[in-house]
């Protein structure tokens, strides 16, 4: 609903108040849906896929049975889940889905629910710059006209130093 109500807005603020013609902007938003939806659709559908076939087949509890078992100090557990495990689901998924599993598997572990979600999201700060599968580099990379590689040193250039190249 978010992103229905956000491309709304947007129309109406492209048409009514810098006067782009109707037809353009809605050409324009179009691109923009299906530009979005298809990387999205297609990493967060396999995502819920590989979910479903871990919980289903009882790897789920494996896992997080193994990831209880290294350590009984929530400390430990905390960085080993939050940060490399949901490093890897970014890669591997992106768009919210570490978050919802490294912090579900927090809350398995004892963890109160809003100290589970607040380090879920601060252990993804650094890995959703390069999102599932590179996608906000890519991106970068098609809409500037510079190459990916370059995109990807100008994101690691501005997360150490602040400023854009």
């Given at each position: 609903m978010a992103a229905l109500i956000s491309v709304a807005v947007a129309l109406a603020i492209a048409i009514a108040v810098y006067g782009t013609p109707t037809g353009q902007a809605l050409l324009a938003a179009s691109a923009g849906v299906v530009f979005g939806f298809f990387p999205i659709l297609w990493i967060v559908i396999?995502?819920?896929?590989?979910?479903?076939?871990?919980?289903?087949?009882?790897?789920?509890?494996v896992l997080r049975r193994?990831?209880?078992?290294?350590?009984?100090?929530?400390?430990?557990?905390?960085?080993?889940?939050?940060?490399?495990?949901?490093?890897?689901?970014?890669?591997?998924?992106?768009?919210?889905?570490?978050?919802?599993v490294t912090s579900m598997m927090l809350l398995a572990l004892g963890f109160k629910p809003l100290k589970a979600a607040v380090l879920a999201l601060v252990a993804n700060t650094a890995?959703?710059?390069?999102?599932?599968?590179?996608?906000?580099?890519?991106?970068l990379g098609k809409v500037s006209g510079i190459s990916s590689d370059a995109s990807q040193t100008a994101v690691v250039d501005f997360a150490r130093n602040g400023t854009w190249r």
């Open positions: 396999n995502a819920i896929w590989v979910y479903q076939v871990t919980v289903q087949t009882g790897h789920f509890d193994s990831f209880a078992g290294i350590s009984d100090d929530h400390r430990i557990q905390a960085i080993i889940i939050a940060f490399p495990f949901g490093a890897l689901l970014e890669a591997l998924a992106g768009f919210g889905a570490p978050m919802a890995p959703v710059a390069y999102g599932a599968m590179a996608i906000p580099i890519i991106t």
